[in-house]
């Protein structure tokens, strides 16, 4: 059965801090991998990595996939408090398949 | 730019009830998903329309229809309701395949 799981589950860092958010991923004919973050209710997307190796860059955020190791990571640099939030990483399956697989997410929390 | 839409932000029914959700996706994307997402857990995935058929479905009994309009809109519909069905249910849509999703603030939906 196709899973995705993150780790930690959850994270409790300083302003200014670094900090790296971990997802593994097995997934059928995988073709995509996605980082979501979820503050209250919608999640925002952030991130959409479908070859390995290329870092994805978004301001203090980056992202790379492993597709060796079946992987990906989220760094967050110099960590805001409006970072804080639940960030979800989902994969994609291949041709026929329209679902996204999310995990449970990873719950981070930065304090002033 | 109207974002995906979804109504109600909250509902309250008891045990046995029928409820109805609705969403109206991004202005330009006509695929709708809907995902439920319980208290501490990732976005499971229900099922998505295109063209007004539903195209896939995920593990959820037969319980949970949709339906989607002419207009690309859509509706969830859960019937006999159970607890368990308390959940933040989701609507996303995306424009094309292998795109990611855009997600509505969803509706909290309490079983009692």
């Known amino acids: 059965e196709d899973k995705v799981v993150q780790s930690p589950l959850s994270l409790v860092v300083h302003e200014g801090d670094t900090v790296t958010l971990n997802c593994s991923y097995e997934?059928?004919?995988?073709?995509?991998l996605l980082w979501y973050k979820q503050e209250k209710k919608a999640p925002t997307f952030l991130f959409m990595l479908?070859?390995?190796?290329i870092e994805k860059k978004s301001g203090r955020l980056s992202s790379i996939l492993d597709k060796k190791e079946l992987s990906s990571i989220l760094n967050i640099t110099a960590t805001q408090t409006g970072d804080s939030a639940i960030y979800l990483c989902?994969?994609?399956?291949?041709?026929?398949?329209?679902?996204?697989?999310f995990g449970t997410g990873t719950r981070l929390k930065v304090l002033a | 730019d109207a974002g995906v839409t979804q109504s109600p932000t909250h509902l309250i029914k008891t045990r046995g009830q029928q409820v109805t959700l609705r969403c109206s996706p991004k202005?330009?994307?006509?695929?709708v998903s809907w995902y439920q997402q319980a208290l501490g857990q990732g976005p499971q995935f229900i099922f998505q329309?295109?063209?007004?058929?539903?195209?896939q479905r995920g593990n959820f009994p037969d319980r949970f229809s949709g339906h989607q309009f002419p207009n690309y809109s859509s509706e969830l519909n859960v019937n006999a309701l159970l607890l368990g069905d308390s959940a933040l249910y989701l609507c996303?849509?995306?424009?094309?395949?292998?795109?990611?999703?855009?997600f509505g603030n969803g509706t909290r939906l309490t079983v009692t």
């Open positions: 329309y295109y063209e007004e058929e539903e195209r």
């Open positions: 202005s330009g994307h006509d695929t």
């Open positions: 997934v059928t004919n995988f073709r995509s």
């Open positions: 989902a994969g994609a399956g291949g041709s026929g398949t329209y679902k996204y697989i």
């Open positions: 479908t070859s390995s190796g």
């Open positions: 996303a849509s995306s424009a094309v395949y292998n795109s990611p999703l855009h």
